[in-house]
């Protein structure tokens, strides 16, 4: 697994790992005070490459503790444990790193570089599904998605995870929670499979019958229902949460308080969509199109009718919003364990945890 016998990188607990877990990286037979270069990369599935690289400066035994020591330049400095991992960059602009097939094992390369010659080298192996954790892609009636069944029987909380506008299901998050003990409904609302790629309304009935569906599951059944969600898909789960009957808990991720893009139906209940200006985007540096200013303000008089009444939902709700790199990475650290705790707290889910190591 080494590129070298004399020096080497250490991931402890092991290589192998949770995709959500951290690890603690060591390097050894180092000469005391060398410095040298920690480099990390990962593919994605669309071939693009992610990569980060510090530099470090043994202490007086040659050794170098990421838990301990601090980068002393490079894509960050300080102590950061995780830093090659969280600092991981595109080489194409702006890419987001693309996991879809979370049956495949994600591989972090590391490698230990003095005077630009490798000199140790290991593999950190990252298994997005614990052992037992089952996939079931799901095509009934008119649902898509894919159900992550816990293994045992149950009974297991259910949770219906809703992605962003124009996208499939979300299997990562999905995956996750069910490591630990939920059973999650994967839901594809828009442009997978035969969905439609283009839409001008949504019917929260759609939605309704994912959720009966997961209620339907014989480990399901009689349990408590929650919603987590991101980005366009924030506004439907608080609709969601609001017009429909045993939603317990709902977080939203980046969503807005209002109704986006198109209209929102249920029943006899409409939500028309906040109005934006497209004129107000703004170009960046870098070239990416700003469009944070083209949303009309939700609050405004005029725009009050898109504004989701969610102070009628019966269920518990947890709003996220994300920031700068350093800081982002640090707040899906702990917004991915408050998470899990507000979802065990509301949905009374037993502690659940698989074996992540394969």
């Known amino acids: 697994m080494h590129y070298s016998s004399e020096v080497s990188i250490r991931l402890l607990p092991s290589y192998k ?4 877990d951290p690890v603690h990286v060591t390097v050894s037979g180092l000469n005391p005070q060398q410095r040298v270069d920690l480099r990390s990369k990962i593919t994605d599935e669309k071939g693009h490459v992610f990569k980060a690289s510090a530099t470090y400066q043994a202490d007086s035994s040659g050794q170098v503790d990421l838990n301990r020591d ?8 300080g102590v950061e444990p995780m830093g090659l991992f969280w600092a991981l960059k595109a080489d194409v602009v702006s890419s987001k ?4 097939d979370v049956t495949r094992t994600q591989l972090v390369d590391l490698e230990c570089v003095s005077d630009d010659k490798v000199i140790a080298k290991v593999t950190n192996e990252r298994h997005c599904m614990a052992d037992g954790v089952r996939r079931i892609p799901v095509t009934e009636g008119r649902i898509r ?3 992550f069944m816990p293994p045992g029987k149950g009974p297991f909380p259910g949770i219906l995870d809703t992605n962003v506008f124009r996208g499939g299901p979300f299997e990562l998050r999905a995956a996750l929670l069910a490591k630990r003990g939920f059973a999650v409904l994967a839901f594809a609302f828009q442009g997978y499979q035969d969905l439609p790629k283009k839409v001008d309304k949504f019917d929260l009935e759609y939605f309704e019958e994912g959720i009966d569906f997961l209620r339907q599951q014989q480990e399901v059944k009689d349990q408590k229902i929650g ?3 991101i980005s366009k898909s924030g506004d439907l789960a608080l609709s969601m949460a ?5 939603i317990s808990a709902t977080i939203c991720i980046n969503g807005c308080n209002a109704n986006t893009l198109v209209p929102i139906y249920y029943k006899d209940i409409c939500i028309p969509p906040l109005k934006f200006d497209v004129k107000k985007s703004k170009m960046t540096p870098s070239g990416l199109v700003d469009i944070g200013d083209c949303m009309n303000d939700p609050m405004s008089k005029e725009e009050l009718p898109s504004v ?3 102070e009628r939902a019966s269920a518990n709700h947890v709003v996220f919003f994300g ?13 991915w364990q408050r998470i899990v705790i507000f979802f065990k707290k509301h949905l009374s889910a037993a502690d659940h945890n698989c074996r992540s190591m394969l």
């Open 227 to 229: 919603l987590v969600s």
């Open 17 to 20: 790992c949770s995709f959500e």
């Open 242 to 246: 609001t017009f429909l009957p045993g």
């Open 97 to 100: 790193f693309t996991l879809i």
């Open 145 to 147: 998605g894919t159900l």
């Open 70 to 77: 601090p980068s002393l330049g490079g894509s960050f400095t």
């Open 323 to 335: 920031g700068e790199p350093k800081a982002h990475s640090e707040a899906q650290l702990d917004a």
């Open 308 to 310: 989701i009444p969610i």
